[in-house]
């Protein structure tokens, strides 16, 4: 949804544009605070096309797929907060630290980003301070409101990425909760023994490449897993929703059972 830019002291983002936050069950009370940093494909009207055919906005480059659709489902399975961000990971990745060489990618699996190539720091500046900021802003606030006892990052990724082929149909990562990754995994195979389960796979969390992850479960102390599901799993709405129903029944089991404490 657009949000109106009036009052606005900004450059980047205008009347029309999307509101870089969308919060969905935002009054909920819930211990479980979900999130989905590439949720979208949006670019602000400022920066054109990046230099990028339509077609590329299609690509697991600019957004991950079917995530979006999944977060929202278990948001709504287990009446959870969910944060996501609507614009797309080539105009800055909300899941890097801002000084990484990737957090606003010129080349992203092979595939050029004109509108990213040298840009200058002023610009970089704006796409954090209008974008980037307040979703995490937005995401520490639901956190800090009521008692959370658990944060999950939802994601999706490529079968194949720079020429390697992934076999893991779901990962779990976390590196200073093992536990709830394995608890998650374990749920998730009563549910579905033939699924091949990555642990720390096909992602870690390490500070170079991750910002969510350590900013909001760590430093909050929150019991936290990032969830990966293989996007050729996510092509269809169908696909979505097993997947969403899965993920949800896994949380909500470990809530049940005391794990998510």
Not at 109 to 118: A, C, K, T
Not at 179 to 199: D, H, S, Y
Request: aromatic letters at 6%; proline letters at 7%; one cysteine or more.
């Amino acid at each position: 949804m657009a949000s109106p830019a009036a009052g606005r002291s900004k450059s980047l983002l205008l009347e029309g544009d999307h509101w870089p936050v969308e919060v969905v069950n935002g009054d909920s009370d819930g211990p479980v605070v979900l999130v989905c940093e590439h949720a979208g494909r949006a670019i602000p009207a400022a920066l054109g096309d990046l230099g990028l055919p339509p077609s590329a906005m299609d690509l697991h480059i600019a957004y991950d797929i079917g995530a979006a659709s999944v977060a929202r489902t278990v948001a709504g399975i287990l009446d959870a907060p969910l944060v996501l961000q609507p614009y797309s990971r080539l105009v800055i990745d909300c899941n890097r630290p801002v000084d990484a060489e990737d957090a606003i990618a010129a080349v992203s699996d092979n595939v050029e980003v004109p509108g990213n190539r040298n840009l200058p720091a002023a610009a970089r500046q704006c796409r954090i301070d209008e974008i980037f900021e307040p979703f995490h802003k937005a995401v520490s606030t639901l956190i800090e409101g009521h008692e959370r006892r658990a944060f999950f990052a939802i994601h999706s990724f490529t079968r194949t990425l720079a020429g390697q082929e992934r076999k893991w149909d779901v990962g779990f990562a976390s590196r200073t909760d093992p536990k709830t990754p394995e608890a998650l995994a374990e749920q998730l195979v009563r549910l579905r023994p033939e699924l091949n389960i990555g642990m720390n796979e096909p992602y870690a969390i390490d500070d170079q490449s991750d910002w969510t992850i350590p900013t909001h479960g760590e430093r909050f102390g929150l019991q936290h897993s990032l969830v990966e599901i293989r996007n050729d799993h996510l092509r269809d709405e169908q696909g979505c929703v097993r997947w969403a129903e899965l993920l949800g029944k896994a949380i909500g089991a470990l809530i049940e059972a005391g794990a998510v404490r």
